[in-house]
């Protein structure tokens, strides 16, 4: 295989080991625990490749490894769920003593974590404006700040951080630099070109991509992705095998769905913009968003994830009138599924001020753009009969 190959390419062959599987093309599900060794020397001078189901398997390790080589990094931990990902990520460098910080805007199960869970291990939070400056930034850092925690963009309101300042600030610390990509993608974000130490990524989402897998991955290199594998194999962190089958058959198609409701997204947050019941389209990529321009000096595309702002006039009976009659669009949490969804947002912040009006998030899935967008007329209609 040649040594450089693009993505896209890379995703169909990742982990493909044909020639040790009988000419099985798709890694085999291992559904082991007990593993055994041939003789009580190789046994007690772990010999073999794999010596137990939870720490590793053939399923397990080819699934990390396409994930790992897809970012460019050293290893890949997968953990049951993003959210434990994005955990394994955080405690798997921290240690008690250290000082952290973390974005206002970070994912809404993610902030329960740090705010509940952190402090009880001894870590001091503290949280930031997303909108922070590189020079603000550097006033945060302590003697003990050990853990930069990146986040954009922002979950629900979607503004993108200044990366290279923070990032830059960081690495003048001498401080780790973590970053849940999930929305980025190893395809839009180039996380080791950036400087990131770190990179957490729901697999459930745009990896596996079919709304029926629980999984996350944290990706590092070196002693930094050493200390996170620790973590996980001494506090029991694993996977079902089944999960990691699933994950490795999504991320084969995973460029061509990404396309597909980036584009989507971006036709319905154009469509959107031109309503007159809405204040603002929360969307990196549309001009009009606050920070576009560093969504286009960092990332090469953007996910089909997306909030919009309906005007402060706007009675909940009319929005929920125009959402539940929708055909395409469920409503329910998740995305980087086959099918569309929306919400209403649920956030907290500390910091950072909120859009005034209520805030739905939308998810373009793979339905044709056309339909999608009918079907929100439709809703409009129905939203504008109820005022």
Same mark, same amino acid.
């Given at each position: 295989?040649?040594?450089?190959?693009?993505?896209?390419?890379?995703?169909?062959?990742?982990?493909?080991?044909?020639?040790?599987?009988?000419?099985?093309?798709? /890694?085999?599900?291992?559904?082991?625990?007990?593993?055994?060794?041939?003789?009580?020397?190789?046994?007690?001078?772990?010999?073999?490749?794999?010596?137990?189901?939870?720490?590793?398997?053939?399923t397990?390790?080819?699934?990390?490894?396409?994930?790992?080589?897809?970012? +460019?990094?050293? &290893?890949?931990?997968?953990?049951?769920?993003?959210?434990?990902?994005?955990?394994?990520?955080?405690?798997g460098?921290?240690?008690? +003593?250290?000082?952290?910080?973390?974005?206002?805007?970070?994912?809404?199960?993610?902030?329960?974590?740090?705010?509940?869970?952190?402090p009880?291990? +001894?870590?001091?939070?503290?949280?930031?404006?997303?909108?922070?400056?590189?020079?603000e930034?550097?006033?945060?850092?302590?003697?003990?700040?050990?853990?930069?925690?990146?986040?954009?963009?922002?979950?629900?309101?979607?503004?993108?951080?200044?990366?290279?300042?923070?990032?830059?600030?960081?690495?003048?610390?001498?401080?780790l630099?973590?970053?849940?990509?999930?929305?980025?993608?190893?395809?839009?974000? !180039?996380?080791?070109?950036?400087?990131?130490?770190?990179?957490?990524?729901?697999?459930?989402?745009?990896?596996? +991509?079919?709304?029926?897998?629980?999984?996350?991955?944290?990706?590092?290199?070196?002693?930094?992705?050493k200390?996170i594998?620790?973590?996980?194999?001494?506090?029991?962190?694993?996977?079902?095998?089944? !999960?990691?089958?699933?994950?490795?058959?999504?991320?084969?198609?995973?460029?061509?769905?990404?396309?597909?409701?980036?584009?989507?997204?971006?036709?319905?947050?154009?469509?959107?913009?031109?309503?007159?019941?809405?204040?603002? /389209?929360?969307?990196?990529?549309?001009?009009?968003?606050?920070?576009?321009?560093?969504?286009? #000096?960092?990332?090469?595309?953007?996910?089909?994830?997306?909030?919009?702002?309906?005007?402060?006039?706007?009675?909940?009976?009319?929005?929920?009138?125009l959402?539940?009659?929708?055909?395409?669009?469920?409503?329910?949490?998740?995305?980087?599924?086959?099918e569309?969804?929306?919400?209403?947002?649920?956030?907290? #912040?500390?910091?950072?001020?909120?859009?005034?009006?209520?805030?739905?998030?939308?998810?373009?899935?793979?339905?044709?753009?056309? &339909?999608?967008?009918?079907?929100?007329?439709?809703?409009f209609?129905?939203?504008?009969?109820?005022?």
């Amino acid at each position: 295989m040649p040594k450089k190959i693009t993505k896209d390419t890379a995703v169909v062959h990742a982990s493909i080991d044909a020639e040790a599987n009988h000419g099985i093309v798709n /890694v085999p599900v291992y559904h082991a625990s007990t593993i055994t060794s041939p003789n009580l020397d190789d046994y007690r001078n772990h010999r073999g490749r794999y010596d137990y189901g939870r720490i590793g398997t053939p399923t397990s390790e080819a699934s990390e490894q396409a994930v790992a080589g897809l970012y +460019g990094m050293d &290893d890949c931990v997968s953990a049951p769920s993003g959210l434990s990902a994005v955990c394994l990520g955080i405690s798997g460098v921290l240690a008690c +003593g250290d000082h952290a910080l973390f974005p206002d805007s970070i994912y809404g199960s993610a902030r329960k974590f740090v705010e509940n869970i952190l402090p009880r291990m +001894g870590v001091e939070v503290e949280f930031y404006a997303p909108l922070i400056s590189g020079d603000e930034m550097a006033e945060r850092f302590t003697a003990k700040t050990r853990l930069l925690y990146l986040e954009s963009p922002g979950s629900q309101t979607f503004e993108m951080q200044d990366l290279p300042a923070l990032i830059a600030c960081a690495k003048r610390h001498d401080c780790l630099v973590a970053i849940d990509n999930t929305w980025g993608t190893a395809f839009h974000f !180039d996380a080791v070109a950036h400087g990131v130490d770190v990179v957490i990524e729901a697999g459930t989402k745009y990896i596996a +991509g079919h709304s029926d897998v629980s999984l996350g991955y944290v990706i590092a290199n070196g002693a930094t992705a050493k200390r996170i594998r620790e973590y996980a194999r001494f506090t029991g962190l694993c996977v079902a095998p089944d !999960d990691h089958y699933l994950a490795l058959r999504g991320l084969r198609t995973m460029h061509l769905r990404l396309r597909a409701s980036e584009a989507n997204g971006i036709a319905l947050a154009v469509w959107l913009e031109a309503q007159s019941e809405i204040v603002a /389209v929360l969307h990196p990529a549309l001009p009009s968003h606050p920070q576009h321009q560093a969504w286009r #000096r960092d990332f090469t595309g953007s996910a089909g994830l997306f909030s919009f702002v309906f005007d402060e006039a706007i009675p909940q009976k009319a929005i929920d009138a125009l959402v539940d009659g929708l055909a395409f669009f469920a409503i329910g949490d998740s995305w980087g599924g086959y099918e569309s969804l929306i919400n209403q947002a649920k956030i907290k #912040r500390t910091i950072a001020p909120l859009p005034q009006g209520t805030l739905l998030r939308i998810y373009a899935g793979l339905e044709h753009a056309d &339909d999608l967008i009918a079907d929100l007329e439709a809703g409009f209609a129905r939203l504008r009969d109820a005022l």
